[in-house]
């Protein structure tokens, strides 16, 4: 039971979980208490299964759509299915039922939630498909991500407005940059495979400077959602801290070494979601 359970959180990358879950809570949090709705633990779980759920369904039906591509890349030839660990059929179950599980969330959260959960739906679910007709993939990732505090805050707060839209597109440009610095790792076999992104179009040294400029336009959006919402102290040095960290991880790599992509990737960016979400959550409690 134990190694089943390590498969399959193996197969969907459980650990990454950190670069969406505390974005999701962070928004919550604040949505809560800037929309005056009452708080309510059960709700709060609703909200947790839905950003997991959705993110395992993303995850699975991605290592079912890309298994043969992971089977001839040297990088990913070890991944579950390719490796045999975990079939085609279990992979594409597991798809099915996260995605179930995520529209019953939905449902439980409220009618703007379920009405828009089918839409969420097909962007995680179609970014798996996004590489074989277009390099702008990462960019679909960042919407896809960005998914988590929107929908988080219309479930607590039950409105939207400038503040999740100004959080959301930061979180796109922040996953959208760190994406493409992760890809440039693959640039080679992208391109004998015929798969699209921006390395691969373009070259490493342009997809690293539209990263960069991604990460400014991140902080900009995590100022913009401050700004709205007048938020404090606490905020403000997380923000700052933030950019710190990003401004590190531009100095991690360049186009000539992309040895330290997997601490760039993991380590840093799963830094600056928890910060936000530490940060957001102090804020709502004040």
């Not at 890349?73 to 992979?91: D, H, I, K, Q, Y």
């Amino acid at each position: 039971m134990i190694a089943a359970l390590q498969k399959y959180s193996r197969l969907v990358a459980l650990p990454h979980t950190v670069f969406a879950l505390p974005f999701a809570l962070g928004a919550a949090a604040l949505g809560w208490k800037h929309a005056a709705q009452p708080f309510t633990a059960a709700r709060l779980a609703w909200i947790v299964i839905a950003c997991a759920a959705a993110r395992n369904a993303a995850m699975a039906f991605n290592r079912f759509a890309d298994r043969r591509f992971d089977a001839r890349n040297p990088r990913t030839a070890g991944r579950e299915l390719p490796s045999g660990a975990v079939s085609p059929r279990a992979a594409l179950a597991l798809t099915a039922a996260s995605s179930a599980l995520f529209l019953a969330a939905a449902a439980v959260l409220g009618r703007w939630p379920l009405y828009l959960a089918p839409l969420a739906l097909a962007i995680v679910l179609g970014y798996s498909l996004a590489k074989r007709f277009t390099w702008a993939t990462h960019f679909w990732l960042g919407v896809a991500l960005g998914g988590a505090p929107a929908g988080a805050w219309l479930a607590a707060a039950g409105s939207f407005g400038a503040a999740p839209l100004a959080l959301s597109l930061a979180v796109a440009c922040w996953v959208a940059g760190f994406d493409l610095i992760y890809s440039c790792q693959d640039r080679a076999f992208d391109r004998g495979a015929r798969l699209g992104s921006v390395p691969a179009r373009f070259g490493v040294a342009r997809a690293l400077r539209v990263s960069a400029a991604l990460h400014v336009a991140a902080v900009a959006g995590l100022i913009a959602f401050g700004a709205i919402l007048h938020l404090g102290a606490v905020y403000a040095i997380g923000t700052l801290a933030i950019a710190g960290t990003l401004v590190y991880e531009h100095r991690l790599v360049s186009p000539g070494d992309l040895s330290r992509v997997d601490r760039a990737f993991f380590d840093l960016n799963g830094w600056v979601s928890l910060l936000f979400g530490a940060c957001a959550v102090i804020e709502a409690l004040r």
